[in-house]
């Protein structure tokens, strides 16, 4: 009988759950590691409940931890679906027999420098890094809403493919996810970041839908000034950039127009938010580059407000 392929989650928000729900639906061995007790237990006791597309719901049963466990077999994968800022904190949870010579370690996380702080810790021959356009939402401990469709991307930061890439591909496939390898996977995580750059810190500072950064002119301006200037850095990184980039951007915005941002999210929920990957992450790079970036540097610090005005800031 062939092995199962055995994925690590680490990170059971929203996304972490779709995907281990769908892997483990393609008959992965799959197990969730999230901090949450609450939902590690709800899932654990009742099983993942996933809202569908269509509206269906089911529950898959899965293995959750929240903690530090020896597993019985390294994994293959290792998806860390943790928010930017828990990115090093999180791989501590990881017990060390989880990871074999084989595992790679995939990041599909918001913002810039994720991958290269799992290549610190693991090594860069470990590392995949990514984006991906599914959307879901976490209802409650134990609860997810798949809420759009939509490709994953990713690929090495540096150097070749890895062996066990494909490995990675036809767990998506099967899990019917449409998944592709790309060289030049850095292009496609900035055209992410430029999405998040002109949308979330918007929508999170003035408690609107996506849609309304489309809509309402105003908003309309912060998000396209944002996008320009950090075009302008990345531009400056050597990365190539669409030329309609703010026009794609703003279709992102209405093509969401429903969703609550995630950066919205956490303002809403008191959580610390990722401005620090996000738009703090251009206004890094614009100082190094020897850029000015007046409106990134203005939502950074409006956002690390909020978060200091409800205690939401890092440990
Ligand atoms: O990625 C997103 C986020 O909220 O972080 C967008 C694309 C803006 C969708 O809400």
């Avoid at 021959?125 to 959307?135: I, P, S």
């Avoid at 992410?192 to 002109?198: M, Q, Y």
Wanted: a negative charge; charged letters at 25%.
């Amino acid at each position: 009988m062939e092995t199962p392929y055995r994925v690590l989650v680490v990170g059971a928000g929203a996304m972490g759950c779709l995907l281990g729900a769908r892997f483990a639906q393609a008959g992965a061995d799959v197990r969730l590691l999230d901090v949450d007790e609450a939902h590690v237990t709800a899932i654990r006791e009742r099983g993942l409940e996933l809202e569908e597309l269509n509206g269906d719901r089911r529950t898959i049963p899965m293995r959750a931890l929240s903690k530090r466990e020896p597993p019985e077999a390294p994994a293959d994968l290792i998806l860390v679906m943790v928010k930017s800022y828990a990115t090093a904190r999180a791989l501590d949870l990881v017990h060390p027999d989880a990871v074999g010579s084989e595992t790679l370690f995939l990041s599909l996380q918001n913002g810039l420098g994720n991958a290269e702080t799992l290549a610190d810790l693991v090594g860069p021959a470990k590392v995949l890094a990514g984006v991906t356009a599914q959307g879901a939402t976490r209802e409650g401990p134990g609860r997810v809403r798949h809420g759009g469709q939509g490709p994953t991307y990713f690929g090495a930061l540096d150097g070749p493919q890895p062996p066990g890439a494909h490995g990675v591909l036809t767990l998506f496939r099967r899990a019917g996810l449409e998944a592709h390898y790309r060289q030049d996977i850095r292009s496609l995580i900035w055209e992410k970041l430029l999405v998040n750059v002109g949308i979330n810190a918007v929508t999170a500072l003035c408690g609107i839908p996506n849609g309304a950064v489309a809509e309402l002119e105003p908003a309309r301006e912060l998000c396209a000034a944002a996008v320009r200037e950090a075009t302008a850095v990345a531009e400056a990184e050597g990365i190539a950039v669409p030329e309609d980039v703010v026009q794609k951007v703003l279709n992102v915005a209405q093509a969401t127009a429903a969703n609550r941002s995630s950066m919205r999210q956490d303002v809403e929920s008191g959580r610390r938010t990722e401005i620090d990957a996000i738009n703090g992450a251009v206004v890094r790079l614009a100082e190094r580059q020897g850029l000015a970036v007046p409106v990134n540097w203005t939502l950074t610090r409006l956002v690390e407000t909020k978060e200091r005005s409800y205690g939401g800031e890092s440990p």
